[in-house]
Each structure stands twice: as structure tokens, then as C-alpha cells.
């Protein structure tokens, strides 16, 4: 550093060491359109989004940088006179707000923005606020359930619910009397009590059954979003 000397008539000069101050600390926001730097106790100044400080001496600082709306960064950084320019890169994070998640049926795996979390539904998630984000849910058996575009303000809770869909859905055919014939068009798939598979795409099967001094019976199956569902049919007999 510079040497300052100090002399009077009669006094010795006395040397004061006066501390280097050629640094460069250049602060660059992300996250954020801009936001306010504080290093040490110098007067807060402005980055939109990076903002140069000169002068810095050499050492341990106190960095902050804030924003109304974000979580504030803080760190301690460190110049020396062999690194004069010191770069840094402070990311903002919305403040946060919680996401509610849940499914029908509960107890598929939930994933956040593309990532598994290690929870199952229901669960309370605490999310970056006034940013879109992406939750799905995985459940064996069933169809991934996904919800896209969801924003939670700032230190608020929303809740999302998401209706899975089984690939498979198995119908248990049971009737009174047991033992009818089972027929869906002009097959004969076979004598209740029969298990009929179908895609949830598929529309309502039309089934018929009969069943000897019975009068036949015929109805469609209205398709539960079930991996497994009951069908019963009581046929009038004489």
C-alpha cells in the first residue's frame, strides 16, 4: 500500500501503512430484473442486473443483495491483491409458497419440476412462489398423472389433485343367478362370474346375459377409473 509520512519541527516522521484499495468486485443478478447490493457498510447501490464496485481493498467483505419478493443472498467473499477483480453471481429466489398435491387414487410418487421428490400423495410441498412449475404423479398400474403451468404467489397454498387413470380396467361380471352366459356383441366371452378387461378408452361395453328359464338381460357398463371394478346383474327368473 501507499506510505504516508507525517513530520513536524523536532519530531520524528511517523510511517501509517494506508490499506491497498485496487480491487474490483463486479456483482451480476440472476433471477431477478435487478436488486439491491450491499458490500460492507458502503451506501447501497443498484444492479440491473450487474453493477461494478471499485476500490475494494484487500480481504473479507460482507456481500448482500436483496429484493422485495425474493429470498436475500448473503456471502462472504474474499479479494487479494494477486485476484484485483473478483466476479459473483448472486441467483434470487422468489419467496416461497406451498403446493398441496394429492391423487385419486392416494399413494402414487410425486414428481416436481421433473424431479422425484421421495413423496407419495398427499403431500405439502414447499415451492418457489411466482414461478410456473410442473407436478406429476407415478402410480403402478396407472397412467402418469401430470398438471403443468402451476404459479403459487408468494406465502400462499394451493392445492392440486390429479385424477389418475389405470392402463387396465378389470370389470368383475357377477349375476343372480350365477352361472348366466356373458355375451358383449356376438361373442360369447363366457359364464359369469367372468372378468372382462378394457382400455379406459374404450367406450362403455354393451353386455348381454341369459341364463336358461331367465329372461336376458342387456346393459352397458359405465367405466370407473378403477383398476378393478364390480358389475352385478340380477336376472328375472321364473
Known amino acids: 500500500g501507499a ?33 439491491t447490493v450491499r458490500l460492507d457498510d458502503r451506501p447501497p447501490t443498484r444492479a440491473e442486473p450487474s453493477i461494478t464496485l471499485e476500490s475494494v481493498g484487500a480481504g473479507q467483505h460482507g456481500l448482500i443483495v436483496e429484493e422485495p419478493g425474493y429470498v436475500t443472498f448473503s456471502q462472504t467473499i474474499a479479494t487479494t491483491s494477486e485476484q484485483p477483480l473478483f466476479s459473483i453471481k448472486a441467483q434470487l429466489k422468489r419467496l416461497p409458497g406451498k403446493l398441496v398435491i394429492g391423487s385419486d387414487p392416494s399413494g402414487g410418487t410425486i414428481f416436481l419440476d421433473g424431479k422425484d421428490t421421495g413423496l407419495t400423495t398427499p403431500s405439502t410441498i414447499e415451492v418457489e412462489g411466482e414461478t410456473l412449475h410442473e407436478v406429476s404423479v407415478r402410480r403402478e398400474s396407472y397412467r402418469e398423472g401430470r ?5 403459487v404467489a408468494v406465502s400462499s397454498e394451493i392445492s392440486v389433485r390429479l385424477q389418475l387413470v389405470p392402463e387396465k380396467i378389470r370389470i368383475r361380471v ?4 350365477e352361472g348366466a352366459t356373458l355375451k358383449v356383441g356376438d361373442a360369447v366371452l363366457g359364464i359369469t362370474p367372468f372378468v372382462l378387461e378394457r ?6 361395453p354393451v ?7 331367465c329372461e336376458s ?12 371394478m364390480p358389475s352385478h346383474f340380477t336376472l328375472k327368473c321364473k
Open 3 to 35: 506510505t504516508l509520512l507525517i513530520a513536524a519541527a523536532g519530531v520524528a516522521a511517523w510511517a501509517f501503512i494506508l490499506p491497498k484499495a485496487s480491487g474490483t468486485v463486479v456483482v451480476t443478478v440472476t433471477g431477478a430484473p435487478g436488486a
Open 207 to 213: 353386455v348381454e346375459l341369459s341364463a336358461k328359464g
Open 199 to 204: 382400455s379406459p378408452d374404450d367406450p362403455p
Open 217 to 228: 338381460k342387456k346393459s352397458s357398463i359405465v367405466l370407473e377409473m378403477k383398476t378393478e
Open 147 to 151: 398438471k403443468s403451468d402451476i404459479k
Open 174 to 177: 357377477t349375476s343372480s343367478p
